[in-house]
């Protein structure tokens, strides 16, 4: 996500920072992942209609007894413990009024046997599915859901706003296994609380024939009947799924190796800029980090609190960022994370910095790659470095104590501001760090194996410097780790 409009409010230098792969290459379906077949309904009325099966696979060495699925929309809901959003950007958010949202099961049952949901977790957002049978490592089950959604009139990635629906987290996804249990951590307004794998998708989604689609995956088929359109789409190793309607939409669309890049627009002024910096971002960190392995990508202007947001093959790029330098920064940064947390996953609760900081420095990357866009790199983390130095001081003068530690979960963090400038301002520090100890071509060696040995997976710290120490052959540990606990001391540059 980019935080870029709060971070106006904060100290000014920052604003910057907040504000195809071949044809042999292209994803085909895999046999070992979970499928999902989603059939919705979108009603006039902001609500969903949804059947969905779950062909589950347990991908852990466990035998499982239960499975859990995060049911997102929930957190929205009248009576939910904590807010979706800070007070801060409350107003914002929801600009008509309080607004709230649901998700309701109505039916669900194992291998067709009907059984009652159990709704727990909390903040009664996860659904606890218990098994009959155990289900082995490697053994697959079919799990079917039906149920409601009911969107919120609220500008964020999950709500609709004036200008377009935003269907975002709004289906039950399973939860991760690891250490013994499901990771289930709640909805959280800090940051993007998500945590998935890689899953196959296929989607049917009927809608009023005057909305436009952008959505993650391939459209596969579109028929309109009745004023009523039929899309089926597909998406294969995704890590999410996620959708943007509107009657608004126009689209420019370009291609970069085997990706169709299509920009989504109905307020901007200089769409060929932003189809051009979505080109070359998509082109610069195929180069950099490795390459982007969908056919599609969609980058789409929505109504959203924050500057924007990142889902597999699809990124909301907010229409309330005005400032057109800033607009193409937030595409850009929307883009790298298609690399960091879309096909290298890591859980973004608990390590919120390792997408955030490697994405911003991604965008540090690509502004040297890139020239034309006329961004002084040195002078950027020069006042990277200065404000996260002013945040030190004036946490320390306010609080008499600040907490520089990155490892916490989203929910750890005293506020927002705590949040982005450790997660972003701190962990792209972190990777400038490494990138001038170990040079250039060093570090992009770094990049290429962390991708390289992460894809499709689930990354940690731990395995961040794995990759980092296997190219460099000296102890790295050390260093990422005092930058991680607090110890490192950084310095104001004059
Ligand atoms: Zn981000």
Known sequence: MKFKKYLILLILPLIFIFSGCKNNSVITASK???????????NDDHTLTCSQTVDYRNNTDTSLENI????????????AKSSVI?????????YNGVSFGDLQITKLSINNNEVEPEITGNDEDIVNVKLEKNLNPNEKLSIYFEYTVTIPNINHRFGYGDDTINLANFYPIACIYEDG?????????NGDPFYSEVANYNVNLKVPSNLVLATTGNIKNKNTDNNITTYNINALTVRDFAMILSDKFSIVSDKVGNTTVNYYYYNNQYPNEAIKASIDAVSTFNRLFGEYPYETLSVVESDFV????????????SDMVDVQSDYINVIIHEIAHQWWYGIVGNDEYKYGWLD???TEYSTILFYNENPEYNVNTSELIKNTTNSYVTFVEIYTKVFNTVDTSMNRKLNEYNNESEYVYIAYVKGM???DNLHELLGHKKFIKCLQVYFEDNKFKISTPNKLVNAFEKVA??????????????????LEIK
């Open 68 to 79: 859990m699925f995060h049911l997102y929309p929930r957190s929205f809901r009248q009576g």
């Open 429 to 431: 520090l972190l990777f």
């Open 86 to 94: 800070s007070s801060l950007n409350y107003n914002k958010c929801y």
């Open 306 to 317: 924050h500057g924007g947001m990142e889902y597999p093959n699809l990124v909301l790029i």
């Open 356 to 358: 955030e900081g490697l």
């Open 32 to 42: 070992n992942l979970s499928t999902y077949t989603i059939d919705i309904v979108y």
């Open 181 to 189: 249990e499901f990771v289930i951590d709640s909805y959280h307004y």
């Open 473 to 490: 052959k000296c102890n790295l540990r050390d260093i990422i780790e005092s930058w991680i606990n607090g110890k490192v001391q950084i």
